[in-house]
C-alpha cells in the first residue's frame, strides 16, 4: 500500500503561500459537487486527478511520463515507483509484478518476484538493486505494465476511495481529497503513519458529512484540519502544501465540481490546468 512518495521527503521550495492569496480557480460562490455524473471518474475528471497527484508525488503534470520512474527516496518503504509511488516496502509494487505477469508471462520483471516478497514490509533491496530498477524502467515501453500500473491504481486506491466519496455524499472535489488521501497515507493505519479510515473518522468527530445531513465545504474543511494534523504526525512527512496551497485553494474557492481552470501550488511550485 502506498504511503509516500518522492516529492513528500524533499525540501520546500519555498515558503508556503497562504490559500487565500492564489487566485482563477473555477466556481467561485460556492457550486455543489454532487450531481454530476460520473465525478471523479469521468475521463476528464480522472486525468486532472492525476495531474494532481503527479504535482505532489513527482513536480510535474505530466503522470504519463512516471510510469517508468522508480528510485528509493530515503523513507524507509524501499523503491518507489511508477504513477502513483507503489513502493517495494509496502505491497503494491509487487502487486503491479504480480498483474505484469499474469497478462505478460515471462516478462523481465517476472523474475523479481520472490525479491518483491522477501522485502515486503522492509526498506531492504536484496535481490532487486540495479537489475531490478533497469527492468522496471524498460518495462514501462510495454502497455501491458502501463495497464497493470492503472488497475493497481485503480483497485487499491481510485475506486475505493471514490466509492466511500459517494457514499459520503461528496461530489467531485471531494472525491479527490479522498483520493489523494489514499495515495499518500493508504487505508489503514501503519507503524508510524495514520491511514485513510482514521483521517475520515477525526473528520466525522467535527462535521457531519454530506450523507447524514451535514454541509459538503464544512465537512471538507474537517477532512483536510484532519488530513494535515496526519500528514505532521508522520516523521517521514512535514509539508502541508498538496492541501493548503492546492485542495484547501479549490474548496474555498467553491469548486466542488473540480471545474478548470485550476490553480494552485505544491512545494513552491505553481501549476495550473486551463479550462479546455
Known amino acids: 500500500m502506498k504511503l509516500s512518495a518522492r516529492s513528500l521527503v524533499t525540501p520546500l521550495a519555498a515558503l508556503l503561500m497562504s490559500a487565500t492569496a492564489l487566485t482563477g480557480c473555477a466556481q467561485a460562490g460556492g457550486s455543489s459537487g454532487k450531481g454530476s455524473g460520473a465525478g ?3 475521463t476528464a475528471k480522472k486525468d486532472i486527478a492525476m495531474q494532481l497527484v503527479s504535482s505532489a508525488e513527482n513536480s510535474t503534470l505530466d503522470w ?48 523479481f518476484l520472490p525479491a518483491l516478497r522477501e522485502v515486503r514490509g522492509s526498506d531492504a533491496h536484496t535481490g532487486l538493486g540495479g537489475p531490478f530498477t533497469r527492468a522496471w524502467a524498460e518495462a514501462a515501453g510495454d502497455a501491458r505494465f502501463r495497464e497493470a500500473q492503472d488497475a493497481e491504481r485503480d483497485a487499491s486506491y481510485f475506486d475505493p476511495a471514490v466509492r466511500r466519496a459517494k457514499q459520503d455524499g ?24 495514520t491511514g485513510f479510515r482514521t483521517i475520515r473518522d477525526r473528520a466525522l468527530d467535527d462535521a457531519r458529512s454530506p450523507a447524514d445531513g451535514g454541509d459538503e465545504t464544512a465537512y471538507l474543511d474537517a477532512f483536510l484540519d484532519a ?24 474548496l474555498r474557492n467553491g469548486n466542488l ?20
Not at 178 to 184: H, I, K, L, T
Request: hydrophobic share 35%.
Open 170 to 193: 461528496l461530489g467531485t472535489l471531494g472525491q479527490f481529497v479522498y483520493y489523494d488521501a489514499y495515495v499518500m497515507h493508504g487505508e489503514a493505519d501503519a507503524d508510524g503513519s
Open 227 to 250: 488530513r494535515v494534523a496526519a500528514i505532521r504526525e508522520e516523521p517521514s512527512h512535514s509539508d502541508t502544501s498538496r492541501v493548503e496551497t492546492a485542495q484547501r485553494v479549490f
Open 40 to 42: 471523479l471518474a469521468a
Open 64 to 111: 504519463k511520463a512516471q510510469y517508468r520512474y522508480i528510485e528509493d527516496i530515503g523513507d524507509g518503504r524501499g523503491y518507489t515507483g511508477g504513477i502513483i509511488g507503489f513502493c517495494s516496502g509496502t505491497g503494491d509494487m509487487l502487486r503491479v509484478v504480480e498483474r505484469y505477469a499474469k497478462s505478460r508471462p515471462g516478462n523481465a520483471l517476472e523474475r
Open 257 to 276: 465540481s473540480l471545474d478548470p481552470p485550476l490553480i494552485w501550488k505544491v512545494y513552491g511550485d505553481r501549476y495550473e490546468i486551463k479550462r479546455s
